[in-house]
């Protein structure tokens, strides 16, 4: 079985513009993340969907950041408008339930803005 | 909001050695994952282990609920065990992962 897929895998943008991250998660899971890494904060958490539904936003860092699940195969995080200090690795991540699962990640999606 | 704690922060070895990581945690948890960082950037699911102990060849972890800590083992190290090695841990009754700082490895041949 495929596992997460993400795409893009590498980004360069400037800043201002907007950037759409997609994801595909496990056929079959019904948990959906979206994680940041960098190097200052390391891997944190932005948000989480349970069966499409956005159910925890408070990582999130600011307005600037959305995301949505419109079904069950497809997620994606945009950023309107990029700013410098978003350039990070953005994984995805699948669970077959919201408890007490193992997560799945994906790639991820290098973001570099400049 | 629960804090991960993870050592030795970097560790240094030569191939065939083998190695104790620690994560220290400071609540109670519903899910404990263990994760390889590749220097590809991958992460590489190593272990589900909320409780107990479990063994997969040369890796094995075991995670004592009650006092708050797991420990992966690797034993004779290889070149490719380097990378970074990640405890996360979710919460009772939350979601999403909380990650450690991270276990940098570097098995020298």
């Known amino acids: 079985d495929a596992g997460v897929i993400q795409s893009p895998r590498h980004e360069v943008t400037e800043m201002g513009q907007e950037v759409t991250l997609r994801c595909k998660p496990i056929?079959?899971?019904?948990?959906l993340f979206w994680y940041r890494q960098t190097m200052m904060r390391g891997l944190e958490l932005l948000i989480y969907?349970?069966?499409?539904?956005?159910?925890?936003d408070s990582g999130m860092p600011e307005d600037r950041f959305s995301a949505k699940m419109p079904n069950a195969s497809f997620s994606t995080l945009k950023i309107q408008p990029s700013e410098p200090r978003d350039s990070a690795v953005y994984f995805c991540?699948?669970?077959?339930?919201?408890?007490?699962?193992?997560?799945?990640f994906g790639p991820g999606t290098r973001l570099t803005v400049t | 909001g629960i804090q991960v704690e993870q050592s030795p922060p970097d560790l240094i070895l030569q191939e065939g050695a083998n190695s104790t990581l620690r994560c220290n945690f400071s609540?109670?948890?519903?899910?404990l994952q263990w994760f390889h960082q590749n220097p590809w950037g991958q992460l590489i699911n190593l272990f589900y282990?909320?409780?107990g102990t479990k063994q997969n060849g040369r890796l094995s972890a075991t995670t004592v609920a009650t006092e708050r800590y797991s420990l992966l083992y690797i034993s004779s190290s290889q070149t490719t065990d380097s990378g970074v090695y990640f405890c996360?841990?979710?919460?009772?009754?939350?979601?999403?992962?909380?990650f450690g700082k991270g276990t940098h490895l570097i098995i020298q041949p």
């Open positions: 991540a699948s669970s077959r339930t919201s408890l007490t699962s193992e997560q799945y």
């Open positions: 056929s079959g899971h019904n948990s």
């Open positions: 969907f349970n069966n499409n539904v956005p159910i925890d």
């Open positions: 609540d109670s948890v519903n899910n």
């Open positions: 282990i909320p409780s």
């Open positions: 996360a841990v979710e919460e009772g009754g939350a979601d999403g992962l909380t």
